[in-house]
């Protein structure tokens, strides 16, 4: 069996879900497990749902607003009464009585609740649709198949459940299912982190021990970079997961950082391809040697610099780094890069959950802290000597980081 995925751009309108059918028509739909995102900017749309309710400000207004969008979706591609127009009208009243019912106070929670519904919403569409054109396919809800931890919003897996649910499927039959959600113990919905429909796909490939799984982008593959953030960017046509693993590390936006550890496992070949022009080639992550060592550029922007400092000048310490990075973990804050001097440690932070103010609370009775907030991380990889200098125009570097083949700079 093989896997596809299809993000949010490539299933944004009527035209694009027609395309989906064009792109399957040329690669092939037989024993296939098509995973899908959400719709175009539908999960930021019910981001400001949740963001509404707990402000407790009117809300209804913009689940219409969804509501109204997908409805025209539907009605560039079936006709007026097909079934999946009340399918659609369910799955709206379901967020809406979630959120006239819900008691609990836990924002991750009402999140992962209210946003996770927008890959049902879109994956219903697509299924029904591409029965229509004949690529005949059952529709599956991901929450029975993909189990994983409480952890809202950043969901663990728990592999030997999720591992003997997948292995139920047929390999003879496709399927249509959701990417970014799973479910708890007690059957909650559970989201695996932004932009986590990636890794959805990963985890059926690992458990199918699929042939291979391709992302279906709006780019020709992986880039040297991002082609909107940067000038005179190529196609790298192969490259080792160890390559790829970095490279999504640092925060290259075209992999999410845990889609690969599923594929590497099961030695499974991975392919980031254009779905504007799928018969082009793409990029293929493999086990084998880079053929290309070109220089890549990583651009991770919304970043905080904290230093921190210890008061009556002692060394920072194995103890002082283990306290500062269990709360850390405890405030689910990401570190992109980290330096330290004698006394002082100089981190450069991704918060998506806004703990920032709470872990500087923490740390505001043994330290001296000074942040910097909103700063940018340029990451380039396999960094060339002789022209290493132009990354440092123009800008205003607070932290330098240098290795043998990648250079890390902090600038604002």
Known sequence: MKVFKFGGASVKD?????????????????????????MGKTTNALEEVVD???????????????????????????????????????????????????????????????????????????????????????WLDARDYIKTDDSYREGNVHWAKTEAFIKNLRPDVSYVTQGFIGSDDNN????????????????????????????????????????????HTELLSCLSYEEAIEMAYYGASVIHPKTLQPLQQ????????????????????????????A???????????????????SFIAEDHISQIFNLLARYKIKVSL??????SLALCLEDKFDHTDEFLGELSGEFDTE???????????NSNPETAGIHYQNKNILLEQVSRNTVQLVSV
């Not at 879900?17 to 995973?35: D, H, I, T, W, Y």
């Not at 942040?371 to 990889?381: A, D, F, H, S, Y």
Request: charged share 25%.
């Open 14 to 38: 009527a035209d694009s879900v027609k395309n989906v059918a064009k792109v399957l028509e040329s690669q092939g739909f037989q024993s296939c497990l098509m995973v899908v995102s959400a």
């Open 52 to 138: 509404l309710y707990f402000k407790k400000e009117h809300y209804d207004g913009k689940i219409q607003e969804v509501k109204a969008a997908h409805i025209a979706i539907a009605q560039g591609l079936f006709r007026e009464n097909h079934k999946v127009f009340g399918e659609i009208a369910l799955f709206f009243d379901d967020i809406d009585s979630f959120l006239r019912r819900n008691k609990s106070p836990n924002y991750n929670f009402v999140y992962d609740q209210v946003v996770g519904c927008g890959e049902m919403i879109s994956s219903i569409i697509i299924s029904e649709y591409l029965n229509e054109k004949q690529f005949t396919n059952q």
């Open 188 to 231: 909650f919905t559970t989201t695996l982190g932004r932009e986590g429909s990636d890794y959805s796909a990963a985890i059926f490939a690992n458990c199918l021990n699929a042939e291979a799984m391709t992302i279906w982008k709006d780019v020709p593959g992986v880039m040297t970079g991002d082609p909107r953030k940067f000038e």
């Open 266 to 293: 099961k030695d499974i070949p991975f392919y980031v391809k254009s779905f504007l022009q799928p018969e082009k080639e793409g990029t293929k992550v493999g086990h084998h040697n880079n053929r290309e060592k």
């Open 295 to 313: 220089e890549t550029y990583i651009l991770k922007e919304n970043q905080h610099l904290i230093r921190i400092s210890t008061r009556d000048f």
């Open 338 to 343: 980290m330096q330290n001097s004698a006394i």
């Open 371 to 381: 942040i910097i907030r909103n700063v940018t991380l340029l990451t380039v990889r």
